[in-house]
T-cell receptor
Framework: GIQVEQSPPDLILQEGANSTLRCNFS?????LQWFHQNPWGQLINLFY???GTKQNGRLSATTVATERYSLLYISSSQTTDSGVYFC???????????FGKGTKLTVNP | DSGVTQTPKHLITATGQRVTLRCSPR?????VYWYQQSLDQGLQFLIQ???????AKGNILERFSAQQFPDLHSELNLSSLELGDSALYFC????????????FGQGTRLTVV
């Protein structure tokens, strides 16, 4: 089955800093999504990005499907950005959405 | 609000008991997914249904079962509960299976004592 790997596993930033989170996947995927799990446990959709680049405020994401990776950029980080960021992709030929282990982001004031 | 509704939000029960978690998908979504997230763990896929039919299965224990009803809501039944079953259980929905955006409910936090 598909493997989804995220790096780094942990990231600590000062407020205002920029960061890049990476997601590698072992096989070609048709769909890739990024989620943010806030400290209260809620899973929030950030991007549905099978390929290309999208931006939403201070966040942007890029997926290069041919090279099997996706990047999530967070600019001018805020304390409310803290939490765990997950990427997920559907296993080829299956309806099973596979998650990476996440990147735990802590933004300090 | 994602539009996916899970009840109850919190559940505390004793070992050996059985519980039922309920999920109502977003309006128009035919596919329902269940995930388990233990403390400091990632999201483990349990099972997925599309329009009442089981479509994909993960490492779901035999003590666990699920179904999707004709009105598209889904229930996850957990029986003979053990301490290790304590976790956050998420339901998610999407229009179709295997493609498209998936939205998560707020989860049910199960504590087995």
């Amino acid at each position: 089955g598909i493997q989804v790997e995220q790096s780094p596993p942990d990231l600590i930033l000062q407020e205002g800093a920029n960061s890049t989170l990476r997601c590698n996947f072992s096989d070609s995927v048709n769909n890739l999504q990024w989620f943010h799990q806030n400290p209260w446990g809620q899973l929030i959709n950030l991007f549905y990005i099978p390929s290309g680049t999208k931006q939403n405020g201070r966040l942007s994401a890029t997926t290069v499907a041919t090279e099997r990776y996706s990047l999530l950029y967070i600019s001018s980080s805020q304390t409310t950005d803290s939490g765990v960021y997950f990427c997920a992709a559907y296993q080829g030929g299956s309806e099973k959405l596979v998650f990476g282990k996440g990147t735990k982001l802590t933004v300090n004031p | 609000d994602s539009g996916v509704t899970q009840t109850p939000k919190h559940l505390i029960t004793a070992t050996g008991q059985r519980v039922t978690l309920r999920c109502s998908p977003r309006s128009g979504d035919l596919s329902v997914y269940w995930y388990q997230q233990s403390l400091d763990q990632g999201l483990q896929f349990l099972i997925q249904y599309y329009n009442g039919e089981e479509r994909a299965k993960g490492n779901i224990l035999e003590r666990f079962s699920a179904q999707q009803f004709p009105d598209l809501h889904s229930e996850l039944n957990l029986s003979s509960l053990e301490l290790g079953d304590s976790a956050l259980y998420f339901c998610a929905s999407s229009v179709a299976g295997g493609t498209g955006v998936i939205f998560f409910g707020q989860g049910t936090r199960l504590t087995v004592v």
